[in-house]
């Protein structure tokens, strides 16, 4: 089986992790050839792409795109570029053609976030200066418009407003509208009957903000367009393609996982992780859902158990003054938690494991006790693991790999799915959790930011062998529990795909 892959940029998170899925059940992804996908602030070329696509939809199995990608040319340039809607829309047609001509199409699109942070890495370059006032309009606004600005906020709008250039904001909001507009005419699409499904993602979402209003419109239009048994709606972003590609090889394969959230610790499943605005209940049951599976009554009636660390009440990144408390609080649930998990390996069923206590990264406290010699849970038998980014992300990619590898059976491709559990624990705990913490400490000892200058070879090298070496320790650590066994991290292979340390790339063979 071939699946052609419209990325949501080239980043490995979108063109590595759905590969790694595709082949555990033995199935190719097709990507744009590196001469046209774009990188970073540089958008892919559109019309080659195009071209490709179309190629594709003749000789695969079925098409999953991002509409962002074939749009604009990628993520960043969703937020940046200043082309029109008339422009974006048109660059959708492969999809169109390629679904009139009987093909599988999958869309998925975002809804554009509005990032809290005075950072223009992903962002129009005056966001350094007035990002985080911006984010705090867009939670305003959205209040205005419902009647919820409470004493003394109105006044905060006037003064946002008079400290940010009109021009910024005339820019922040044109383009929204832009997007929003580009995201209902993809909605026609699928009412049309021109698409097979549709996901739209909310990218860092909260309670407040006008990507919450967007995505409350879209979901009334889903409603009067009677399309929901096509679509879905939910937190996320870089995990779509993974999901996605799952749900696509269940559709070509005909068939559906029952799958049985197991909850760290009863009760929190109600808490909303950061970055997202719903109970992560809600997000595991859309996340099952994308991927193409269904909620299990029950675990005796489930093909897969999907553990998951629920999130901490801290709602921010692990901290190492955390450690002591949350032993205190979270050990006892998690023993017993571990425990369940084994006894189902133990009975024959798959379980997954993501790890969403904390955002970017695994809770240090459950991989301590999952990789002790006497944990109950055999981390080299799970069928999935997640700890990256957000929740969305995390349980998105878990449960796809998950789910492939139950399509997949006894003919799994047992080398793959070594390789996709190893890359995601070295990736979520290994690398997220320990090396980047070290890397940067070693960069802001030399003096330098803990993110190196991109234009400087030397502090690139430098940051890239530093986080080779951690990366061989803990893969030395994995093996010893039985994951990764005949595995080597490739000498030289470790890459910054955007000159920064949020995250990393590296090849296992």
Not at 218 to 231: F, I, K, Q
Not at 384 to 393: D, E, I, K, L, Y
Not at 403 to 428: C, K, P
Request: charged fraction near 20%.
């Amino acid at each position: 089986m071939k699946i052609a892959l419209a990325p949501l940029d080239e980043r490995p998170v979108n063109t590595r992790y759905p590969s790694q899925i595709a082949a555990i059940v033995g199935a190719e992804i097709a990507l744009p050839p590196l001469e046209i996908r774009g990188s970073g602030r540089m958008p892919a070329d559109t019309a080659a792409v195009a071209a490709w696509l179309t190629e594709q939809a003749g000789v695969c199995d079925g098409i999953v795109a991002s509409v962002e990608y074939l749009a604009w040319g990628n993520l960043i340039n969703s937020r940046i570029s200043s082309e029109t809607t008339a422009e974006g829309l048109a660059r959708l047609t492969p999809l169109v053609q390629a679904k009139e001509s009987g093909a599988l199409v999958y869309a998925f699109v975002l809804i554009t976030r509005v990032a809290n942070a005075n950072d223009c890495v992903e962002e129009p370059l005056w966001w350094k200066t007035y990002g985080t006032r911006c984010y705090a309009l867009s939670q305003l606004l959205h209040k205005q418009t419902v009647g919820a600005l409470e004493r003394g906020e109105t006044e905060k709008i006037a003064a946002i407003r008079a400290d940010v250039p009109a021009e910024h904001i005339r820019e922040f909001l044109t383009r929204r509208e832009r997007n929003h507009a580009l995201n209902l005419s993809v909605l026609n699409l699928l009412a049309s009957e021109k698409l097979s499904f549709l996901l739209i993602t909310s990218d860092d979402t909260s309670q407040w903000g006008l990507p919450s209003r967007e995505k409350a419109w879209l979901e009334s239009w889903a409603d009067l367009l009677e399309v929901r048994d096509r679509m879905m709606i939910h937190p996320g972003a870089d995990e779509v393609g993974s999901a996605l590609t799952a749900r696509l090889l269940c559709e070509k394969l005909g068939r559906q996982p029952r799958i049985f959230p197991l909850y760290a610790i009863p009760g929190d499943e109600a808490l909303v992780a950061p970055y997202e605005d719903r109970a992560v209940r809600l997000t595991v049951e859309g996340q099952i859902g994308a991927c193409g599976g269904i909620l299990a009554s029950s675990a005796e009636d489930a093909d897969l158990i999907l553990g998951v660390l629920t999130p901490s009440p801290r709602r921010t990144e692990w901290r190492t003054d955390f450690a002591a408390a949350e032993r205190a609080a979270r050990q006892p649930a998690y023993e017993a938690f571990f425990a369940q998990l084994g006894t189902f390996q133990n009975s024959g069923k798959l379980v997954a494991l993501g790890d969403v206590a904390y955002p970017n990264g695994a809770d240090p406290l459950a991989m301590e006790l999952l990789f002790a010699e006497d944990s109950p849970c055999d981390p080299a038998q799970l069928a999935s693991f997640g700890a990256w980014n957000t929740a969305g992300n995390t349980l998105g990619t878990t449960v796809a790999q998950a789910v492939a590898l139950w399509l997949a059976g006894e003919s799994a491709d047992s080398h793959a799915q070594n390789i996709a559990l190893t890359h995601h624990f070295l990736e979520g705990w290994g690398y997220q959790s320990e090396v980047r913490r070290e890397a940067r400490t070693k960069n802001t000892e030399r003096g330098w930011h803990h993110d190196p200058n991109p234009n400087s070879a030397e502090q690139i090298t430098f940051t890239c062998q530093n986080i080779q070496a951690g990366l061989q320790t803990r893969l030395a650590q994995l093996q010893k529990r039985g994951v990764g066994v005949g595995l080597t991290l490739v000498p030289g292979s470790v890459t910054l795909p955007w000159s920064r340390t949020f995250e990393c790339d590296f090849v296992l063979t």
